[in-house]
């Protein structure tokens, strides 16, 4: 069988200590194609914030491997442009100098005003074609995320976003998630994202990751999404899929998420793959109750 | 209403006056009770007491060394920016010697928590020493008052510098180093692009501290080592029982310090950012 694109193989990280050793998660195995676009959903604390940073090579796995396009992962790299939830923009350069200052890391060999044109496009795909001289200080936590994604996206073909719309009210993070379609569909670029936000994944993603709750934490389930796109977010709930999805993904995160945890088994096989849009028996489930729903997350 | 800066001023002018108008008052000299011979007048007249000379005195003074301020009449009288050119070649020679050394030596503490841990009991037994202990064996070693004077406002400027650039350079946000990782920056592309621009405000406090320090310690250090300087020019005057002399150095000591922290503070702004 050919490798994927990315392949995360048996991935542990342990945090040792002085009695009984901290594992974060055991034995991940998850891969991912070319031009995918890769949510990720589960509890605080199963450590999905760790394997994105041992993706984006800041952090060291305890065991496994990554290899990605047949090379092995080490270190951080041009490759994987990485969206951190803070923004992580410098506050003394412009919004064009922060894209900029990413273009110019990747391609040296460009001119000025080679690296100018380039920042300038991207920043105009995610709406800030007007605010390109202002600073991070005098931009909303909306339009600074949207720079950094514009960063992203200006340089590097795989995108790695840690809770890129964590921090932002639900009627921004909209907005930027349209605009994240947009520019992902004119690049076809690899996105692997966090996300607490059931709605928010399916709308973006090609493929879900459920990670049952640390410690010791799995990626138990690969849920396919199956809705046609474009999708829009208004006309997406009218997908029959939709609400099969969203209580498959909801009922996961209440119920089974501790369950298959205590059940503790894990041969290492790499996750379920679900589609739920084919289960047409569990449109009867009524587990869609919003307040469930919020206890989970 | 007038402006907050407005009504600043005009308070400040009133304080002024009432503060020169009372030491005006206070020290005049008695009324003469019959004319004075020669000897009496050129020994202060009938007044029997030595008296601080009243504002009018040290501002007719201070208009004639203003007036001309770089005239040159042998070693022991010279204008007053002759004086202070001196004391701040020194400061700004010391000054930027430390800086030179205190900067990157400031990054490589900042940097690696190995050095900070072996090089931090030194700074901690140096650092409280008073400069002007330093200066017999400055003099000693050197043999030579002019560049003694130097090495003492070199250490005594160097500890802001190094103790500010090292706390800047070591809580540069680990967000921003990261930034450089992912973007595969190299060690001296991370130092310019990324930690240089992030530490750059808590570097100027340390300079703006250590210039301050600076022209506060080079008036000590002329006072021991003699010949020129503004320092020298108020031990002097002092000998020459010239106290509008005294005072009016004593002010410029003031208007220059304070230009050169403007100066500083203006640097300051610049590389300024705001989260």
């Known amino acids: 069988m050919a490798k994927p694109f990315v392949s995360i193989e048996k991935l542990t990280k342990i945090y040792p200590s002085k009695d ?40 060291e796995p305890s065991a496994g491997t990554i290899v990605m396009d047949g090379k092995e992962v080490r270190g951080p790299s041009l490759e994987r442009g990485v969206v951190f939830q803070n923004y992580s923009l410098l506050p003394w350069r ?18 000025k005003r080679q690296v100018q044109e380039h920042s300038a496009r991207y920043l105009e795909m995610v709406g800030l074609g007007a605010s390109l001289n202002k600073k991070p200080s005098e931009l909303s936590g909306g339009m600074r995320q949207r720079v950094s994604i514009a960063r992203a996206f200006a340089t590097s073909p795989k995108l790695l976003l840690d809770e890129p719309f964590g921090a932002l009210d639900a009627l921004t993070r909209g907005v930027i998630q349209d605009e994240l379609i947009k520019v992902w569909g004119e690049t076809q670029q690899t ?32 849920v396919k999404i199956s809705i046609p796109r474009p999708r829009n977010r208004a006309q997406i709930v009218e997908d029959p899929a939709y609400y099969r999805i969203r209580n498959h993904l909801v009922n996961f995160l209440v119920t089974r998420s501790g369950e298959i945890r205590e059940q503790g088994d894990n041969d290492g096989s790499g996750p379920v793959t679900v589609d739920p849009s084919l289960d047409t028996t569990a449109d009867t489930d009524d587990s869609s109750d919003p307040l469930a729903l919020q206890a989970a997350i | 209403m007038a402006s907050l800066n407005v009504r600043a001023v005009i308070v400040s002018l009133l304080m002024l006056i009432v503060l020169l108008g009372l030491w005006e008052a206070l020290n005049q000299p008695p009324e003469a009770s019959e004319a004075m011979t020669e000897f009496e007048l050129l020994m202060g007249g009938a007044d029997d007491e030595a008296r601080v000379p009243p504002p009018s005195q040290v501002a007719v003074h201070a208009w004639d060394e203003l007036s001309n301020p770089f005239y040159d009449a042998g070693p022991n009288d010279k204008g007053i920016g002759i004086q202070l050119a001196y004391s701040l070649m020194r400061v700004l020679t010391g000054y930027f010697a430390a800086a030179l050394i205190a900067i990157p030596l400031g990054f490589v503490i900042g940097m690696s928590p190995l050095m900070h841990k072996a090089l931090n009991p030194f700074i901690q037994v140096l650092r409280p020493i008073s400069p002007l202990a330093w200066m017999p064996l400055a003099l000693f070693i050197i043999k030579d008052s002019e560049q003694s004077a130097i090495f003492v406002i070199f250490i005594c400027s160097i500890w802001p510098m190094l103790i500010n650039t090292a706390f800047g350079v070591a809580n540069v946000r680990s967000d921003w180093i990261s930034v450089a990782r992912t973007h595969e920056l190299g060690a001296l592309k991370t130092a310019f692009q990324v930690i240089l621009p992030a530490a750059a405000p808590t570097i100027l406090t340390g300079m703006r501290i250590s210039i301050g320090i600076a022209w506060l310690v080079i008036v000590a250090a002329e006072m021991l080592v003699g010949g020129t300087g503004i320092g020298y020019y108020v031990w002097n005057e002092w000998n020459n029982l010239d106290l509008n002399s005294v005072i009016f150095s004593i002010l410029m000591i003031g208007v220059v310090g304070m230009l050169l922290d403007m100066a500083l503070g203006s640097v300051e702004q610049l590389v300024q950012y705001k989260e």
Request: proline share 2%; glycine share 10%; aromatic share 6%.
């Open chain 1, 20 to 59: 009984d050793d901290l594992v974060v998660f055991d034995n991940v195995n998850i891969g991912i194609e070319k031009g995918e676009f890769v949510c990720i959903i589960g509890h605080s604390g199963c450590g999905k914030s760790t394997i994105l940073n041992v993706l984006a090579g800041l952090d």
């Open chain 1, 94 to 111: 412009s919004a064009l100098q922060n894209v900029c200052f990413g273009v110019r890391a990747r391609y040296p060999g460009w001119n």
């Open chain 1, 191 to 222: 996105v692997f994202m966090i996300t607490h936000d059931v709605d928010e994944a399916i709308l973006l993603a090609d493929r879900i990751l459920l990670m049952t709750n640390g410690p010791r934490a799995q990626v138990a389930e690969s």
